[in-house]
């Protein structure tokens, strides 16, 4: 996950277009076997009734039948996507390829696989190559942005990202990336922008709607965020990441009981997530429930001692605990944390020395 994102604003990148893409054409290969074209024509149908070990069969036989045809291959390689073999399908994908260089399905297919096996800059490779041969490929563009942003070059990720939308602008989730996009680049009304017009294009989306809530928030307008949010959570009312940023949301807003519920439930929903546990520690401390806000950072801590919100506010609790000691040594791992700004140290310091030890005096 990118800093500040606890999860990634767009569609998981293995479902883009992998069965979707349009067959290639007839032309992509020589026809000197019409008896390739026919098995690959048999092998499509078995594949779209649901055999895939007849689809197979059949784009090997017709691999067989025609060896410099691309299209069997990269057939292949859709079928053993479908099956769960990705090395299978990565060897397909590259095999289409050597047959024709400008393959861009192919090139694309690779790229998103690529990608799902943590190989970001291979996928960047696979994916500017179904660029260069389509250049008006919507999908390999919108793929592109998520390689990109994987690999943290963020401005060349929004172009990609700005590329899609241009290319297919009544697509929501293009919206929806191309507004995460420019929110990790500080472009907050053509973040605010995208996302109102993501959820336009796509109103029954939940994440959409979560998202557009936390850029009304990052602009200060709660009560707009809060409405985004509230219907997110009403679309999907299992999505623990939009409770949780209600819960933020509400907290900022004053509302601390409304708060405190939203966060329990995003608790419940993901009781192993270390932020959301920080988060309600955060809400209980406002509650003034001392006692609960440190188990609760004390439970975010066990799950990720490296998470600077719960060690700051397990401090903070501790002070009003009265723990002073335990709360120093808490708040002096919270400094010594990476990534920590010297202003919070600052804060946290005087915090610490707000509370006094037995004996210590003030």
């Known amino acids: 996950m990118l800093p500040g994102m606890r999860r990634q604003s767009f569609p998981d990148v293995l479902a883009v277009l ?13 026809e000197q076997g019409g008896g390739a074209a026919e098995i ?29 045809d691309a299209r069997a291959p990269y057939l292949r390689g859709v079928a053993l996507e479908k099956k769960g073999d990705a090395a299978g399908a990565v060897a397909a994908y590259r095999q289409a390829i050597a047959r024709r260089a400008d393959f861009a399905e192919a090139h694309n297919n690779l790229g998103a696989l690529l990608q799902s096996r943590g190989d970001a800059a291979g996928a960047s490779v696979e994916l500017e190559a179904a660029i260069q041969a389509k250049p008006d490929y919507a999908e390999a563009q919108y793929n592109l942005g998520i390689a990109r942003d994987t690999l ?49 294009l796509s109103p029954k989306d939940p994440v959409a709607w979560a998202d557009l809530g936390m850029i009304l928030s990052d602009k200060k307008a709660y009560d707009d965020a809060q409405q985004a949010l509230e219907r997110s959570t009403k679309l999907k009312p299992e999505f623990a990441l939009a409770w949780n940023r209600l819960g933020r949301v509400e907290l900022k807003r004053g509302r601390i009981p409304a708060s405190l519920e939203a966060q329990q439930r995003a608790r419940k929903l993901e009781p192993k997530n270390a932020a959301f546990a920080a988060d309600l520690c955060r809400a209980l401390f406002e509650a003034k429930d001392a006692a609960r806000a440190v188990a609760e950072c004390r439970a975010a801590v066990a799950l990720d001692p490296a998470n600077p919100l719960a060690r700051y506010e397990l401090g903070k609790a501790l002070v009003a605990k009265g723990d002073c000691a335990a709360a120093q040594a808490e708040l002096g791992k919270f400094r010594a944390l990476p990534g920590v700004k010297p202003e919070a140290k600052v804060q946290a310091e005087a915090i610490a020395r707000s509370c006094a030890a037995p004996g210590q005096g003030k």
Request: aromatic content about 6%.
């Open 40 to 68: 690959l024509e048999r092998g499509q149908r078995l594949f779209q009734q649901g055999d895939t070990a007849g689809a197979l069969r059949a784009f090997d036989e017709a691999g067989r039948a025609d060896p410099k």
């Open 152 to 200: 943290g070059k963020k401005p060349e990720a929004v172009a990609a990202y700005r590329e899609a939308v241009r290319l297919r602008p009544g697509d929501g989730s293009y919206r929806l990336n191309l507004g995460a996009a420019l929110r990790r680049v500080g472009d907050v009304e053509g973040a605010l922008g995208a996302m109102r017009e993501a959820t336009r």
């Open 18 to 30: 992998l069965l979707a893409a349009a067959w290639p054409s007839a032309g992509l290969a020589g």
